[in-house]
Protein backbone atom coordinates (compact mmCIF):
# COMPACT_ATOMS: atom_id res chain seq x y z
CA UNK A 1 0.00 0.00 0.00
CA UNK A 2 2.03 2.74 -1.06
CA UNK A 3 0.00 5.89 0.46
CA UNK A 4 0.85 4.21 4.15
CA UNK A 5 3.67 7.34 3.82
CA UNK A 6 5.30 6.99 6.89
CA UNK A 7 5.34 3.33 7.91
CA UNK A 8 6.85 3.11 4.45
CA UNK A 9 9.00 5.67 4.62
CA UNK A 10 10.46 4.77 8.00
CA UNK A 11 9.99 0.74 8.25
CA UNK A 12 10.18 -0.16 3.89
CA UNK A 13 9.83 -4.00 3.83
CA UNK A 14 10.55 -4.28 0.33
CA UNK A 15 14.37 -4.99 0.91
CA UNK A 16 13.77 -7.02 3.69
CA UNK A 17 13.00 -11.17 3.98
CA UNK A 18 10.01 -12.59 5.58
CA UNK A 19 11.92 -13.20 8.77
CA UNK A 20 12.98 -10.02 9.25
CA UNK A 21 8.95 -8.94 8.84
CA UNK A 22 8.48 -9.92 12.39
CA UNK A 23 11.12 -7.48 13.86
CA UNK A 24 8.98 -4.65 11.29
CA UNK A 25 5.98 -5.47 12.02
CA UNK A 26 6.92 -4.56 16.09
CA UNK A 27 9.14 -1.72 15.33
CA UNK A 28 6.38 -0.24 13.54
CA UNK A 29 4.34 -0.67 16.22
CA UNK A 30 6.38 1.30 18.62
CA UNK A 31 7.62 3.84 16.17
CA UNK A 32 4.13 4.98 16.51
CA UNK A 33 3.70 5.30 19.98
CA UNK A 34 6.54 7.85 20.46
CA UNK A 35 5.17 11.22 22.12
CA UNK A 36 6.28 14.76 20.87
CA UNK A 37 8.62 16.80 22.05
CA UNK A 38 6.73 19.65 21.62
CA UNK A 39 7.10 22.82 24.56
CA UNK A 40 4.14 25.04 24.35
CA UNK A 41 1.36 23.45 25.98
CA UNK A 42 -1.49 23.65 23.92
CA UNK A 43 0.07 23.02 20.45
CA UNK A 44 1.49 20.17 22.44
CA UNK A 45 -2.11 19.19 23.03
CA UNK A 46 -3.45 19.34 19.55
CA UNK A 47 0.02 17.94 18.29
CA UNK A 48 -0.91 14.89 20.42
CA UNK A 49 -4.33 14.83 19.49
CA UNK A 50 -3.71 14.83 15.86
CA UNK A 51 -0.85 12.01 16.59
CA UNK A 52 -3.86 9.76 18.25
CA UNK A 53 -5.42 10.00 15.06
CA UNK A 54 -2.93 9.46 12.52
CA UNK A 55 -1.29 6.79 14.90
CA UNK A 56 -4.27 4.77 14.95
CA UNK A 57 -4.87 5.01 11.09
CA UNK A 58 -1.36 4.47 10.73
CA UNK A 59 -2.28 1.22 12.94
CA UNK A 60 -4.43 -0.40 10.74
CA UNK A 61 -2.20 0.31 7.70
CA UNK A 62 -0.76 -2.89 6.16
CA UNK A 63 2.29 -2.82 3.48
CA UNK A 64 1.30 -5.37 0.70
CA UNK A 65 4.10 -7.89 2.27
CA UNK A 66 2.45 -7.84 5.60
CA UNK A 67 -0.90 -8.93 3.91
CA UNK A 68 1.27 -11.85 1.90
CA UNK A 69 2.63 -12.76 5.22
CA UNK A 70 -1.32 -12.65 7.05
CA UNK A 71 -3.40 -14.04 4.06
CA UNK A 72 -2.26 -17.76 4.90
CA UNK A 73 -4.02 -17.37 8.29
CA UNK A 74 -7.79 -16.61 6.83
CA UNK A 75 -9.87 -19.77 7.75
CA UNK A 76 -11.33 -19.72 4.29
CA UNK A 77 -7.55 -21.02 3.09
CA UNK A 78 -8.05 -24.18 5.13
CA UNK A 79 -10.05 -26.11 2.26
CA UNK A 80 -10.89 -29.83 2.76
CA UNK A 81 -8.97 -32.17 5.23
CA UNK A 82 -5.74 -34.01 3.80
CA UNK A 83 -7.11 -37.36 2.02
CA UNK A 84 -6.87 -40.28 4.03
CA UNK A 85 -5.06 -43.48 2.83
CA UNK A 86 -5.44 -45.47 5.73
CA UNK A 87 -9.64 -44.98 5.66
CA UNK A 88 -10.95 -45.37 2.21
CA UNK A 89 -14.42 -44.10 3.77
CA UNK A 90 -13.37 -41.05 5.22
CA UNK A 91 -15.15 -39.08 2.66
CA UNK A 92 -18.31 -41.18 2.60
CA UNK A 93 -20.93 -39.34 4.52
CA UNK A 94 -23.19 -42.15 5.47
CA UNK A 95 -20.07 -43.21 7.51
CA UNK A 96 -19.64 -39.56 8.51
CA UNK A 97 -23.43 -39.93 9.60
CA UNK A 98 -22.79 -43.00 11.70
CA UNK A 99 -20.03 -41.35 12.72
CA UNK A 100 -21.80 -38.53 14.53
CA UNK A 101 -24.34 -41.21 16.08
CA UNK A 102 -21.43 -42.86 17.61
CA UNK A 103 -19.60 -39.80 18.91
CA UNK A 104 -22.85 -38.75 20.92
CA UNK A 105 -24.10 -41.74 22.27
CA UNK A 106 -23.39 -42.98 25.49
CA UNK A 107 -25.68 -45.84 25.64
CA UNK A 108 -22.37 -48.10 24.52
CA UNK A 109 -20.36 -46.98 27.40
CA UNK A 110 -20.04 -48.93 30.36
CA UNK A 111 -22.40 -46.95 32.53
CA UNK A 112 -24.22 -45.36 29.69
CA UNK A 113 -23.45 -42.29 30.60
CA UNK A 114 -20.28 -41.60 28.93
CA UNK A 115 -19.67 -40.61 25.24
CA UNK A 116 -17.11 -38.42 23.22
CA UNK A 117 -19.56 -35.49 23.62
CA UNK A 118 -18.67 -36.03 27.49
CA UNK A 119 -15.13 -34.38 26.99
CA UNK A 120 -15.68 -32.84 23.55
CA UNK A 121 -18.90 -30.69 23.99
CA UNK A 122 -19.80 -28.55 21.10
CA UNK A 123 -20.89 -26.01 22.89
CA UNK A 124 -17.32 -25.44 24.61
CA UNK A 125 -15.91 -25.92 21.11
CA UNK A 126 -15.19 -29.65 21.95
CA UNK A 127 -13.16 -29.02 24.72
CA UNK A 128 -14.65 -29.74 28.42
CA UNK A 129 -12.81 -27.43 30.50
CA UNK A 130 -11.20 -29.09 32.53
CA UNK A 131 -7.45 -29.54 33.50
CA UNK A 132 -8.14 -33.24 33.91
CA UNK A 133 -10.85 -34.75 31.66
CA UNK A 134 -13.05 -37.20 33.15
CA UNK A 135 -15.60 -39.96 32.80
CA UNK A 136 -15.91 -43.12 34.79
CA UNK A 137 -12.01 -41.97 36.34
CA UNK A 138 -9.74 -39.04 35.76
CA UNK A 139 -7.48 -39.14 32.75
CA UNK A 140 -4.13 -37.90 32.31
CA UNK A 141 -4.81 -35.05 30.21
CA UNK A 142 -6.46 -32.01 29.72
CA UNK A 143 -9.03 -32.78 26.24
CA UNK A 144 -8.26 -30.57 22.66
CA UNK A 145 -10.75 -29.52 20.71
CA UNK A 146 -11.38 -32.41 18.02
CA UNK A 147 -12.20 -28.75 15.53
CA UNK A 148 -9.41 -29.16 13.04
CA UNK A 149 -7.98 -32.44 14.03
CA UNK A 150 -8.62 -34.04 10.59
CA UNK A 151 -5.74 -31.60 9.06
CA UNK A 152 -2.86 -33.10 11.73
CA UNK A 153 -0.88 -36.25 10.76
CA UNK A 154 -0.59 -37.04 14.74
CA UNK A 155 -3.54 -37.17 17.55
CA UNK A 156 -3.24 -36.62 21.08
CA UNK A 157 -0.58 -34.24 22.42
CA UNK A 158 1.88 -36.40 22.00
CA UNK A 159 0.94 -37.55 18.59
CA UNK A 160 0.96 -41.16 20.03
CA UNK A 161 -1.94 -42.24 17.47
CA UNK A 162 -1.28 -41.41 13.37
CA UNK A 163 -5.01 -41.34 12.38
CA UNK A 164 -8.48 -40.23 13.57
CA UNK A 165 -9.62 -43.59 13.28
CA UNK A 166 -6.94 -45.35 15.54
CA UNK A 167 -7.29 -42.38 17.88
CA UNK A 168 -11.17 -42.82 18.23
CA UNK A 169 -10.60 -46.56 19.46
CA UNK A 170 -8.45 -45.47 22.60
CA UNK A 171 -11.86 -43.77 24.63
CA UNK A 172 -13.37 -47.33 23.98
CA UNK A 173 -11.19 -49.19 25.77
CA UNK A 174 -9.90 -46.84 28.41
CA UNK A 175 -10.68 -47.72 31.78
CA UNK A 176 -11.06 -44.00 32.79
CA UNK A 177 -13.14 -43.12 29.68
CA UNK A 178 -15.78 -45.64 28.05
CA UNK A 179 -14.37 -48.34 30.30
CA UNK A 180 -16.15 -50.77 28.36
CA UNK A 181 -14.15 -54.22 26.06
CA UNK A 182 -13.52 -54.35 22.61
CA UNK A 183 -15.91 -57.28 22.22
CA UNK A 184 -18.76 -55.90 24.16
CA UNK A 185 -18.61 -52.16 22.53
CA UNK A 186 -18.65 -54.51 19.05
CA UNK A 187 -21.43 -56.24 19.95
CA UNK A 188 -23.70 -53.73 21.29
CA UNK A 189 -22.95 -51.57 18.22
CA UNK A 190 -23.74 -53.82 15.61
CA UNK A 191 -27.02 -54.88 17.70
CA UNK A 192 -28.22 -51.01 17.85
CA UNK A 193 -26.51 -50.09 14.43
CA UNK A 194 -27.24 -52.85 11.73
CA UNK A 195 -28.55 -51.01 8.83
CA UNK A 196 -25.99 -48.33 9.07
CA UNK A 197 -23.30 -50.52 9.48
CA UNK A 198 -24.02 -53.10 6.49
CA UNK A 199 -25.31 -49.91 4.30
CA UNK A 200 -21.20 -48.45 4.66
CA UNK A 201 -19.06 -51.39 5.73
CA UNK A 202 -21.17 -54.69 3.89
CA UNK A 203 -22.11 -58.02 5.96
CA UNK A 204 -22.78 -58.38 9.67
CA UNK A 205 -21.28 -61.73 11.31
CA UNK A 206 -23.71 -61.70 14.39
CA UNK A 207 -23.92 -65.28 14.71
CA UNK A 208 -20.45 -65.96 14.91
CA UNK A 209 -20.05 -63.19 17.20
CA UNK A 210 -23.32 -64.71 19.48
CA UNK A 211 -20.65 -68.24 19.96
CA UNK A 212 -18.20 -65.79 22.06
CA UNK A 213 -17.49 -64.96 25.65
CA UNK A 214 -19.52 -61.68 27.09
CA UNK A 215 -16.25 -58.96 26.77
CA UNK A 216 -12.87 -59.68 25.55
CA UNK A 217 -10.09 -57.11 25.11
CA UNK A 218 -6.08 -57.29 24.59
CA UNK A 219 -5.98 -54.15 26.61
CA UNK A 220 -8.94 -54.84 29.45
CA UNK A 221 -8.78 -56.49 32.77
CA UNK A 222 -6.86 -59.60 33.71
CA UNK A 223 -10.39 -61.87 32.56
CA UNK A 224 -10.66 -59.86 29.48
CA UNK A 225 -7.52 -60.13 28.23
CA UNK A 226 -7.43 -63.79 29.00
CA UNK A 227 -10.76 -64.26 27.04
CA UNK A 228 -9.46 -62.33 24.59
CA UNK A 229 -6.43 -64.86 24.16
CA UNK A 230 -8.51 -67.86 24.19
CA UNK A 231 -10.30 -66.65 21.26
CA UNK A 232 -9.17 -67.75 17.65
CA UNK A 233 -6.99 -65.69 15.14
CA UNK A 234 -10.24 -65.49 13.11
CA UNK A 235 -12.42 -64.27 15.70
CA UNK A 236 -9.92 -61.79 16.79
CA UNK A 237 -9.90 -60.57 13.15
CA UNK A 238 -13.99 -60.10 12.98
CA UNK A 239 -13.91 -58.23 16.60
CA UNK A 240 -10.75 -56.18 15.21
CA UNK A 241 -12.21 -55.65 11.54
CA UNK A 242 -15.70 -53.97 13.15
CA UNK A 243 -13.59 -52.12 15.97
CA UNK A 244 -11.73 -50.56 12.95
CA UNK A 245 -14.52 -49.37 11.17
CA UNK A 246 -15.89 -47.92 14.70
CA UNK A 247 -13.05 -45.44 14.28
CA UNK A 248 -13.02 -44.83 10.55
CA UNK A 249 -17.14 -43.75 10.64
CA UNK A 250 -16.13 -41.53 13.91
CA UNK A 251 -12.84 -40.12 11.78
CA UNK A 252 -15.52 -39.68 9.12
CA UNK A 253 -17.63 -37.78 10.83
CA UNK A 254 -14.68 -35.31 12.91
CA UNK A 255 -13.88 -34.71 8.78
CA UNK A 256 -17.30 -32.76 8.57
CA UNK A 257 -16.43 -30.34 11.27
CA UNK A 258 -15.92 -26.82 10.08
CA UNK A 259 -15.16 -23.96 12.11
CA UNK A 260 -17.21 -20.57 11.00
CA UNK A 261 -15.01 -17.14 10.36
CA UNK A 262 -14.14 -15.32 13.51
CA UNK A 263 -13.57 -11.52 13.95
CA UNK A 264 -10.14 -11.84 12.83
CA UNK A 265 -11.00 -13.34 9.64
CA UNK A 266 -13.30 -10.68 8.62
CA UNK A 267 -10.36 -8.51 9.59
CA UNK A 268 -7.97 -10.10 7.23
CA UNK A 269 -10.73 -10.71 4.47
CA UNK A 270 -11.17 -6.65 4.30
CA UNK A 271 -7.68 -6.17 4.81
CA UNK A 272 -6.80 -8.61 0.92
CA UNK A 273 -9.34 -6.87 -0.51
CA UNK A 274 -8.39 -3.50 0.24
CA UNK A 275 -11.29 -2.04 2.21
CA UNK A 276 -9.79 0.00 4.57
CA UNK A 277 -12.61 1.74 5.76
CA UNK A 278 -13.73 -1.27 7.38
CA UNK A 279 -10.84 -2.00 9.14
CA UNK A 280 -11.69 -0.05 12.15
CA UNK A 281 -14.49 -1.25 13.09
CA UNK A 282 -13.57 -5.15 12.63
CA UNK A 283 -10.49 -4.81 14.94
CA UNK A 284 -10.06 -2.34 17.98
CA UNK A 285 -6.90 -0.93 17.94
CA UNK A 286 -5.48 -2.71 21.22
CA UNK A 287 -6.50 -6.05 18.72
CA UNK A 288 -4.14 -4.96 16.17
CA UNK A 289 -1.31 -4.07 18.15
CA UNK A 290 -2.06 -7.84 19.66
CA UNK A 291 -1.95 -8.80 16.08
CA UNK A 292 1.14 -7.02 15.36
CA UNK A 293 2.78 -8.55 18.40
CA UNK A 294 1.83 -12.07 17.77
CA UNK A 295 3.23 -12.16 14.30
CA UNK A 296 6.01 -9.68 15.89
CA UNK A 297 8.06 -8.96 19.05
CA UNK A 298 6.65 -12.12 20.57
CA UNK A 299 7.08 -14.54 18.20
CA UNK A 300 3.79 -16.68 18.30
CA UNK A 301 3.44 -17.39 14.80
CA UNK A 302 6.65 -18.93 14.08
CA UNK A 303 4.83 -22.27 15.37
CA UNK A 304 1.25 -21.22 15.53
CA UNK A 305 0.40 -20.73 12.02
CA UNK A 306 -1.78 -21.18 8.83
CA UNK A 307 -5.74 -21.16 8.98
CA UNK A 308 -5.35 -23.32 12.15
CA UNK A 309 -2.75 -21.40 13.73
CA UNK A 310 -0.36 -24.64 14.38
CA UNK A 311 2.25 -25.83 12.47
CA UNK A 312 1.53 -29.78 14.08
CA UNK A 313 4.94 -29.96 15.10
CA UNK A 314 6.19 -30.73 18.94
CA UNK A 315 8.30 -28.35 20.66
CA UNK A 316 8.79 -28.39 24.35
CA UNK A 317 7.69 -24.60 25.80
CA UNK A 318 8.17 -25.62 29.09
CA UNK A 319 4.71 -25.65 30.55
CA UNK A 320 5.29 -26.66 34.21
CA UNK A 321 4.35 -30.15 35.28
CA UNK A 322 2.32 -30.17 38.43
CA UNK A 323 4.00 -31.13 41.29
CA UNK A 324 2.12 -34.22 41.85
CA UNK A 325 2.82 -35.95 38.55
CA UNK A 326 5.64 -37.58 36.67
CA UNK A 327 7.77 -35.66 34.45
CA UNK A 328 6.19 -35.05 30.93
CA UNK A 329 8.13 -36.81 28.30
CA UNK A 330 6.09 -35.80 25.57
CA UNK A 331 6.63 -36.80 22.08
CA UNK A 332 9.58 -39.06 23.23
CA UNK A 333 6.96 -41.47 24.66
CA UNK A 334 4.55 -40.70 22.13
CA UNK A 335 6.67 -42.53 19.25
CA UNK A 336 7.07 -45.40 21.39
CA UNK A 337 3.19 -46.05 21.57
CA UNK A 338 2.69 -45.13 17.99
CA UNK A 339 5.51 -48.14 17.68
CA UNK A 340 3.69 -50.36 19.16
CA UNK A 341 0.16 -49.53 17.91
CA UNK A 342 -2.23 -52.04 16.69
CA UNK A 343 -4.05 -49.91 14.39
CA UNK A 344 -1.52 -47.57 12.72
CA UNK A 345 -1.08 -46.88 8.68
CA UNK A 346 1.10 -49.95 8.45
CA UNK A 347 -1.32 -52.16 10.12
CA UNK A 348 -3.53 -54.77 8.81
CA UNK A 349 -6.71 -52.67 9.76
CA UNK A 350 -5.05 -49.56 7.36
CA UNK A 351 -6.54 -49.52 4.18
CA UNK A 352 -3.30 -47.69 2.66
CA UNK A 353 -0.24 -49.74 1.04
CA UNK A 354 2.45 -49.61 2.93
CA UNK A 355 4.71 -47.00 0.92
CA UNK A 356 1.79 -44.73 1.12
CA UNK A 357 2.47 -44.83 4.58
CA UNK A 358 5.55 -42.34 4.64
CA UNK A 359 4.59 -40.32 8.05
CA UNK A 360 5.03 -43.77 9.93
CA UNK A 361 8.04 -44.99 7.31
CA UNK A 362 10.16 -41.79 8.00
CA UNK A 363 8.92 -41.16 11.82
CA UNK A 364 11.67 -40.21 13.78
CA UNK A 365 12.18 -41.94 16.56
CA UNK A 366 14.69 -40.72 18.93
CA UNK A 367 16.50 -37.46 20.06
CA UNK A 368 16.92 -34.68 22.58
CA UNK A 369 14.03 -32.60 20.56
CA UNK A 370 11.47 -35.11 21.30
CA UNK A 371 11.45 -35.27 25.25
CA UNK A 372 8.93 -33.13 27.08
CA UNK A 373 8.09 -31.80 23.34
CA UNK A 374 3.91 -31.88 22.77
CA UNK A 375 2.25 -30.78 19.50
CA UNK A 376 1.43 -26.99 18.99
CA UNK A 377 -2.24 -26.93 19.59
CA UNK A 378 -4.70 -24.70 17.60
CA UNK A 379 -5.28 -21.41 18.77
CA UNK A 380 -8.97 -21.34 16.83
CA UNK A 381 -11.38 -20.43 19.39
CA UNK A 382 -8.74 -20.28 22.35
CA UNK A 383 -10.24 -18.01 24.49
CA UNK A 384 -12.95 -20.36 25.16
CA UNK A 385 -11.39 -23.51 25.90
CA UNK A 386 -9.43 -23.21 29.08
CA UNK A 387 -7.60 -24.32 30.68
CA UNK A 388 -4.87 -24.40 29.17
CA UNK A 389 -1.73 -26.87 27.61
CA UNK A 390 -1.41 -30.77 27.81
CA UNK A 391 -2.45 -31.02 32.04
CA UNK A 392 -4.19 -27.36 32.03
CA UNK A 393 -1.31 -25.79 33.86
CA UNK A 394 -2.87 -22.37 33.13
CA UNK A 395 -6.24 -20.86 33.99
CA UNK A 396 -5.91 -18.17 31.98
CA UNK A 397 -4.38 -16.53 28.78
CA UNK A 398 -2.59 -14.02 30.97
CA UNK A 399 -1.04 -16.82 32.87
CA UNK A 400 0.31 -18.47 29.08
CA UNK A 401 1.08 -15.65 27.96
CA UNK A 402 3.15 -14.65 30.86
CA UNK A 403 5.06 -17.97 31.08
CA UNK A 404 5.90 -17.17 27.39
CA UNK A 405 7.40 -14.05 28.28
CA UNK A 406 9.40 -15.62 31.57
CA UNK A 407 9.82 -18.88 30.76
CA UNK A 408 11.69 -21.56 33.15
CA UNK A 409 13.27 -23.92 31.36
CA UNK A 410 11.95 -27.25 31.60
CA UNK A 411 12.68 -29.76 34.25
CA UNK A 412 15.91 -32.23 33.60
CA UNK A 413 15.53 -35.43 35.51
CA UNK A 414 18.46 -38.23 34.40
CA UNK A 415 16.40 -41.07 36.19
CA UNK A 416 13.32 -40.37 33.63
CA UNK A 417 14.29 -39.69 30.82
CA UNK A 418 18.10 -39.80 29.24
CA UNK A 419 18.44 -36.80 27.32
CA UNK A 420 18.05 -33.00 28.18
CA UNK A 421 15.27 -31.60 26.61
CA UNK A 422 15.57 -29.29 24.01
CA UNK A 423 13.97 -25.69 25.10
CA UNK A 424 12.37 -23.94 22.11
CA UNK A 425 11.46 -20.61 23.04
CA UNK A 426 12.94 -17.64 24.74
CA UNK A 427 11.92 -14.91 27.11
CA UNK A 428 10.20 -12.15 25.02
CA UNK A 429 10.41 -8.86 27.38
CA UNK A 430 7.04 -7.99 26.37
CA UNK A 431 5.66 -4.90 28.75
CA UNK A 432 2.30 -5.33 31.19
CA UNK A 433 0.18 -3.04 28.41
CA UNK A 434 1.49 -5.77 25.65
CA UNK A 435 0.53 -8.74 27.47
CA UNK A 436 -3.23 -7.66 27.42
CA UNK A 437 -2.70 -6.50 23.57
CA UNK A 438 -1.85 -9.84 22.92
CA UNK A 439 -4.45 -11.40 24.82
CA UNK A 440 -6.67 -9.46 23.67
CA UNK A 441 -5.91 -10.04 19.66
CA UNK A 442 -6.20 -13.82 21.36
CA UNK A 443 -10.39 -13.35 21.84
CA UNK A 444 -10.68 -12.09 18.30
CA UNK A 445 -9.61 -15.90 16.96
CA UNK A 446 -13.23 -16.94 18.46
CA UNK A 447 -16.12 -18.52 16.08
CA UNK A 448 -19.58 -18.10 16.48
CA UNK A 449 -21.22 -21.03 17.29
CA UNK A 450 -22.86 -22.69 14.00
CA UNK A 451 -26.28 -23.44 15.95
CA UNK A 452 -27.53 -24.73 12.43
CA UNK A 453 -24.95 -26.50 11.31
CA UNK A 454 -26.04 -29.99 11.88
CA UNK A 455 -22.73 -31.39 11.93
CA UNK A 456 -21.89 -29.71 14.83
CA UNK A 457 -24.49 -31.42 16.81
CA UNK A 458 -25.40 -28.20 19.02
CA UNK A 459 -29.00 -29.27 19.25
CA UNK A 460 -27.30 -32.52 20.93
CA UNK A 461 -24.99 -30.54 23.50
CA UNK A 462 -25.15 -32.14 26.95
CA UNK A 463 -25.06 -29.58 30.35
C1 LIG B 1 -12.98 -38.88 29.50
C2 LIG B 1 -12.90 -37.82 28.53
C3 LIG B 1 -12.77 -38.16 27.08
C4 LIG B 1 -13.60 -38.94 26.30
C5 LIG B 1 -14.80 -39.72 26.75
C6 LIG B 1 -13.09 -38.85 24.96
N1 LIG B 1 -11.99 -38.03 24.92
FE1 LIG B 1 -10.97 -37.45 23.29
N2 LIG B 1 -9.52 -36.70 24.45
C7 LIG B 1 -9.57 -36.61 25.83
C8 LIG B 1 -8.27 -36.23 26.33
C9 LIG B 1 -7.90 -36.02 27.80
C10 LIG B 1 -7.43 -36.11 25.22
C11 LIG B 1 -5.92 -35.80 25.23
C12 LIG B 1 -5.20 -37.06 25.70
C13 LIG B 1 -3.73 -37.06 25.43
O1 LIG B 1 -3.26 -36.32 24.55
O2 LIG B 1 -3.01 -37.83 26.07
C14 LIG B 1 -8.25 -36.40 24.05
C15 LIG B 1 -7.81 -36.32 22.74
C16 LIG B 1 -8.62 -36.50 21.64
C17 LIG B 1 -8.25 -36.23 20.27
C18 LIG B 1 -6.91 -35.70 19.79
C19 LIG B 1 -6.99 -34.28 19.35
C20 LIG B 1 -5.65 -33.69 19.07
O3 LIG B 1 -5.60 -32.54 18.63
O4 LIG B 1 -4.62 -34.34 19.31
C21 LIG B 1 -9.32 -36.55 19.48
C22 LIG B 1 -9.42 -36.42 17.98
C23 LIG B 1 -10.35 -37.06 20.36
N3 LIG B 1 -9.90 -36.98 21.66
C24 LIG B 1 -11.56 -37.59 19.94
C25 LIG B 1 -12.37 -38.36 20.77
C26 LIG B 1 -13.39 -39.26 20.30
C27 LIG B 1 -13.73 -39.50 18.85
C28 LIG B 1 -13.95 -39.81 21.41
C29 LIG B 1 -15.05 -40.86 21.46
C30 LIG B 1 -14.77 -42.11 20.82
C31 LIG B 1 -13.29 -39.23 22.56
N4 LIG B 1 -12.31 -38.38 22.14
C32 LIG B 1 -13.62 -39.51 23.88
C33 LIG B 1 -10.67 -36.84 26.60
C34 LIG B 1 -11.74 -37.63 26.19
C1 LIG C 1 8.15 -23.11 19.79
C2 LIG C 1 6.78 -23.19 19.35
C3 LIG C 1 5.78 -22.28 20.03
C4 LIG C 1 5.81 -20.90 20.16
C5 LIG C 1 6.88 -19.94 19.68
C6 LIG C 1 4.58 -20.53 20.82
N1 LIG C 1 3.84 -21.65 21.10
FE1 LIG C 1 2.06 -21.66 22.06
N2 LIG C 1 2.16 -23.70 22.17
C7 LIG C 1 3.15 -24.49 21.62
C8 LIG C 1 3.02 -25.84 22.12
C9 LIG C 1 3.91 -27.02 21.75
C10 LIG C 1 1.93 -25.83 23.02
C11 LIG C 1 1.44 -27.00 23.87
C12 LIG C 1 2.35 -27.09 25.09
C13 LIG C 1 1.83 -27.82 26.29
O1 LIG C 1 0.72 -28.33 26.27
O2 LIG C 1 2.57 -27.90 27.29
C14 LIG C 1 1.41 -24.47 23.00
C15 LIG C 1 0.29 -24.08 23.72
C16 LIG C 1 -0.26 -22.80 23.66
C17 LIG C 1 -1.51 -22.42 24.24
C18 LIG C 1 -2.47 -23.35 24.97
C19 LIG C 1 -3.36 -24.04 23.97
C20 LIG C 1 -4.33 -25.01 24.58
O3 LIG C 1 -5.24 -25.45 23.86
O4 LIG C 1 -4.20 -25.38 25.75
C21 LIG C 1 -1.69 -21.10 23.98
C22 LIG C 1 -2.88 -20.24 24.39
C23 LIG C 1 -0.52 -20.64 23.25
N3 LIG C 1 0.31 -21.71 23.06
C24 LIG C 1 -0.33 -19.35 22.82
C25 LIG C 1 0.89 -18.90 22.35
C26 LIG C 1 1.25 -17.51 22.24
C27 LIG C 1 0.34 -16.35 22.58
C28 LIG C 1 2.54 -17.46 21.79
C29 LIG C 1 3.41 -16.26 21.59
C30 LIG C 1 3.68 -15.51 22.81
C31 LIG C 1 2.97 -18.85 21.60
N4 LIG C 1 1.95 -19.68 21.97
C32 LIG C 1 4.22 -19.22 21.14
C33 LIG C 1 4.14 -24.06 20.76
C34 LIG C 1 4.54 -22.73 20.65
Known sequence: MEKTSKVNKGCNPRSITIGLLFVLLAACTEQNTETPSDNQELAKKTKTEK??????????????IDIQFLEPFLISNLGEPPKSVSNQYSENIDAAKLGKKLFFDASLSNNKQVSCATCHQPKRYFTDGLAFSKATGVTKRSSPSVLGAAYSPWQFWDGRKDSLWSQALGPIEDHNEYNTS???YVRNFLEKYPNEYQNVFGDIKLDQIAQLPKSASPKGNSQEIKNWENMSKTQQDLINQVFSHIGKAIMAYQRQLTIPPSRFDHFLEALVEKR???LP???SPQEVKGLRLFV???NCASCH????????????IGAPDPIDKPVELGRYQGVKDLVEDEFTCLSKWSDASEQDCAEMRFLKTSGPELVGALKTPTLRNIAETA?????GQFENLQQVITHYNFPAPPVYNREQHPNRPHFDILPLKLTTQ?????????HTLTSPLPKDDPWWGLEKDID
Open 387 to 391: PYMQM
Open 281 to 283: KLL
Open 276 to 278: EAE
Open 51 to 64: KITSDTKELYQFTD
Open 182 to 184: RLT
Open 305 to 316: NGPLFTNYEFHN
Open 434 to 442: EVVELESFL
Open 296 to 298: GKA
